[in-house]
Structures are given as C-alpha cells and as structure tokens.
C-alpha cells in the first residue's frame, strides 16, 4: 500500500451534484479500509452536518475533520478531540468587514449557525448541508453579546463575484486569517492556522503515519492547503485549476474520481 492514510474532501469530490455518493466510491473504500488504509473525510462542513452523511456511506468510526480541519472528532461517539476558534477581536473584524458591503453573512458557533438574511441562498446552503440556521440580523452585535466561540465566518456570494471578493476581503483583513472559497459562491474565512493542513498534520500525529504516506484528494480552493501537505496530491477532474496544476488528475466527481485515486494509487506498490 502506498498511501496508508487517504483524506477526501467531501461535496464536489466525494459527493455528486445530486448529493449522493457513487456505489463505485463506496466499495473503493471499503476495499481500501478493509486492506488496512485509514480513510478520513475533512471537510468545510459543520459536525452536525457531515456526522450522518458519513453513517450514511458506511463510515461508522474512525476521525472526522470538520470546519476545514478547525474541529476533529470521533465518529462513532461525536467526541471532539480538536477544536480551533476565532479571537473575539478576529471574529468581530471579519464579521464587520462582510457586513459593511451588505453581504450574506454566516457565523458559526459549534453546532449551530447564524446568517444574517432569510432569503434563497440561505435555504439553497440549508438544503444542502441539511442543517437549519437561525436567523440574526445584527450578527456583530449578536457576538460581541455573546460568549460563544466563532469557529468559522462566510459569505455567500454571486458566483461571478466570487473571486474579486475573496481578493478584498484577503486585503482588508490581513495575513492573520484564511480566506478561502469552498464552492462556486462560497468565500470562507478562519483564523491563519486552522486550514485543511491543519488536518493532514493532526491526522497523521494521531495515526502515527509519516506525511509521505499521506494522500489528499479534492476541488475547491480550501482543499488547496490539504494537497500541499499531504505526499500523494489528487484533484477530480473538476477540480480548480490551482490544484489540478500541482496534483494528479483523476476521474471527476461524477465519474468516481474518489475510487480511482484508492484503487490505482493509494492501494498501489
């Protein structure tokens, strides 16, 4: 076996744009699992949103990265053995910076979020991570009321907007935070350490496998520093262009991309 631990992202390169997983990607990683490989899913998701997705595909134990690897936990239990957080003073500049150019906001404090606007795009992102947000029209006030901890802060935005927002709010903000994009519409932001990378460290410290036999799959920008970290780098096919220029291409989500990497390359010599 090449790769003894194999991390996947999860929608747009496990999960299909009809929000199931492939039987063909399934069966590749019980194969892979069953042959001794450690499979982890790390994912930008919330906990209580990606727990039963994973019970769902056969996934009953082992880690979980959740909140682009802010929040790893134990599947079976939901135990949380890591969890990363904004400064009070962080969360309040990045929720300000969002809510001044009136954009559609999203904080997150464990397992529940916030949004700032009850409209489409809230119930298309409900509808899709199968979670319910709770409607706060005030989101700065709300935290600097509020003693819970912000995980994660984003904004929901014109896909063709997308990237000219990522670039303001990386200026605004600074180099101590992660701006990131995790879908077409989709501009995330965390505090500078808690990354996808994050992930692959943790995960190979508590497995006690060497970064080298670390593989990494995935297609949006967040999934960028995973792939960078990990010794074997895999991007579906319709990945990004930035990690298909630094990865090995494999088969698109739809096309069980995901079952290709195990089974021609992490399984291999």
């Known amino acids: 076996m090449r790769y003894r631990l194999f991390l996947s992202d999860f929608d747009g390169t496990l999960v299909r744009a009809d929000g199931t997983v492939s039987e063909t990607d399934r069966k590749a990683i019980e194969v892979y699992r069953k042959a001794g490989g450690i499979f982890a899913v790390v994912t930008g998701r919330m906990l209580v949103s990606i727990l039963p997705r994973l019970k769902e595909i056969g996934l009953r134990d082992g880690l979980v990265c959740a909140y682009q690897g802010a929040v790893i936990a134990d599947v079976r239990t939901g135990a ?32 529940t979020f916030y949004s700032n606007m009850d409209d489409s795009f809230l119930r298309q992102y409900e509808e899709i991570c199968r979670v319910k947000g709770k409607i706060e029209p005030h989101l700065s006030d709300m935290v ?126």
Not at 101 to 106: K, N
């Open 80 to 111: 949380i053995l890591k969890k990363g957080c904004f400064s009070r003073e962080g969360a309040l500049k990045t929720i300000g910076h969002f809510e001044k150019r009136g954009y559609h906001v999203h904080v997150y404090t464990g397992d």
């Open 144 to 269: 600097a009321e509020n003693s819970a901890e912000v995980i994660k802060i984003l904004a929901m935005v014109d896909p063709r907007e997308r990237d000219r927002v990522k670039r303001e709010t990386e200026l605004a903000l600074g180099d101590e935070f992660f701006v990131t994009c995790s879908s077409s519409f989709l501009v995330e932001v965390m505090p500078k350490d808690q990354s996808k990378a994050c992930a692959v460290d943790s995960l190979a410290e508590y497995y006690h496998i060497p970064r080298e036999e670390v593989a990494a799959i995935g297609d949006q920008l967040n999934d960028l520093p995973m792939l960078e970290r990990a010794g074997g780098r895999f991007a579906v096919a319709n990945a990004e262009r930035e990690l298909k220029e630094k990865a090995t291409v494999v088969s698109s989500c739809e096309e069980n991309g995901v079952a290709e990497a195990l089974m021609k390359y992490a399984l291999g010599e």
